[in-house]
């Protein structure tokens, strides 16, 4: 059924008097600690993560990935402009990780210089209102650990944890925020996903693992 004018005309009066009562009504407000930032992952950020586990699985023949990371964004020396650039939008926290790989590169060696620089990061977004959120693991793991069985066996969450403490005794004054995993439900799916996966990338996933052992 058609609208006659009579219609119309009431129908764009309501219009009218809904946009005016929507323009009076005050600007919205975030509410108090409310946070609004980005987050990163340091092995797909930092570069050059050479005692990970995923830089051996990127750089060996045959590889299921479509490129290395290499140097990716050079946040480990960029970091400073990294953060004046989330300051400058306005954001109020940043998410990054602190790599396991590069903090113990060889299992119960850690690096100083690694904490070092962590807490240099955190000083930074401190110094411009950021608040650091820190993962203690995003994905990766030190090469060492996946060699000797990763999380599957009997003492890995118990070296995660030694690593979660080290970090944490030199950090964690500064922390404001911490995830122990980024999306822990990742870690079930691996090994559920290769299930749904073509025949051609589970047998390059199978080969690339060949290759790394």
Not at 22 to 40: E, H, M, S, V
Not at 174 to 196: H, Q
Request: charged residues 20%; hydrophobic residues 45%; negative net charge.
């Amino acid at each position: 059924m058609g609208l006659n004018r009579r219609q119309l005309v009431a129908g764009a009066g309501l219009l009218a008097a809904s946009a005016a009562v929507q323009g009076a009504r005050p600007a919205r407000t975030k509410p108090r600690g409310f946070l609004w930032g980005t987050a990163i992952s340091a092995h797909q950020s930092e570069g050059n993560n050479t005692a990970s586990d995923s830089w051996l699985l990127e750089t060996v023949t045959p590889t299921a990935f479509t490129d290395p990371s290499g140097d990716a964004c050079d946040s480990y020396a960029r970091y400073e402009q990294d953060l004046d650039i989330a300051a400058g939008l306005g954001l109020n926290c940043y998410r990054f990780g602190i790599e396991w790989a590069r903090i113990e590169p060889a299992e119960a060696m850690f690096s100083e210089a690694a904490l070092d620089h962590y807490v240099r990061v955190l000083e930074a977004c401190h110094a411009r209102g950021l608040l650091p959120i820190v993962t203690y693991n995003h994905f990766t793991v030190p090469l060492w650990f996946a060699m000797r069985g990763g999380f599957e066996v009997a003492d890995g969450a118990d070296l995660f944890a030694r690593f979660c403490e080290r970090a944490t005794a030199r950090l964690g004054d500064l922390i404001g925020m911490a995830s122990t995993f980024n999306e822990a439900n990742i870690l079930g799916l691996r090994k559920v996903l290769p299930r749904f996966a073509s025949d051609a990338a589970a047998e390059r996933a199978r080969a690339m693992v060949a290759a790394a052992a």
